[in-house]
């Protein structure tokens, strides 16, 4: 719903205003159950994380023209792994990213990669405070007079 070339991508609150389209598309969500949000999905409880589905499109459609083959997206993700562990440095609430990869004739996705912080409290309200610092404005010295 609402989907088209200019937003291509939707964010879908599982637990409360996406239940319909859960329920209307229940087999696109499905494979979201492996990775723990079966409880949002089947029960509208809130999903505590961030999950992206990254379609393999084989034939052009309204929405893009653009064919990503099977290879295409393995070596985007090979690259968004690498880079990862420096995303970590500025994304100032994710803490762990895990790619998988789920073969068509496994049962279950395979973890290719995961970059994690190690985080606890302290670690957490330090980033919260550089969030925070970064908020704020800083004084700029003036080297003119009026």
Same mark, same amino acid.
Not at 30 to 49: C, H, M, Q, T
Not at 55 to 64: E, I, M, N, P, V
Not at 131 to 142: D, G, W
């Given at each position: 719903?609402?989907?088209?070339?200019?937003?291509?991508?939707?964010?879908?609150?599982?637990?409360t205003?996406?239940?319909? +389209?859960? /329920? *209307?598309? #229940?087999?696109?969500?499905?494979?979201?159950?492996? %990775?723990?949000?079966?409880?949002?999905?089947?029960?509208?409880?809130?999903?505590?994380?961030?999950?992206?589905?990254f379609?393999?499109?084989?034939?052009?459609?309204?929405?893009?023209r653009?064919?990503?083959?099977?290879?295409?997206?393995?070596? +985007?993700? /090979? *690259?968004? #792994?690498?880079?990862?562990?420096?995303?970590?440095? %500025?994304?100032?609430?994710?803490?762990?990213?895990?790619?998988?990869?789920?073969?068509?004739?496994?049962?279950?996705?395979?973890?290719?990669?995961?970059s994690?912080?190690?985080?606890?409290?302290?670690?957490?309200?330090r980033?919260?405070?550089? +969030?925070?610092?970064?908020?704020?404005?800083?004084?700029?010295?003036?080297?003119?007079?009026?």
């Open positions: 719903p609402g989907i088209n070339p200019m937003n291509p991508g939707k964010r879908i609150r599982l637990g205003s996406g239940r319909k +389209l859960v /329920e *209307e598309l #229940g087999a696109v969500f499905d494979p979201l159950k492996v %990775f723990g949000a079966e409880r949002a999905l089947e029960r509208g409880e809130e999903f505590e994380g961030t999950l992206f589905r379609a393999l499109r084989q034939t052009a459609t309204r929405l893009s653009h064919l990503h083959s099977y290879a295409d997206m393995k070596r +985007l993700l /090979e *690259e968004m #792994g690498d880079a990862a562990p420096s995303m970590l440095l %500025f994304l100032k609430h994710v803490e762990c990213i895990e790619i998988y990869d789920w073969g068509e004739d496994e049962a279950q996705p395979r973890l290719v990669r995961r994690t912080v190690l985080s606890n409290e302290r670690l957490r309200a980033r919260k405070f550089m +969030l925070k610092a970064s908020l704020k404005p800083i004084p700029q010295p003036v080297d003119y007079l009026m």
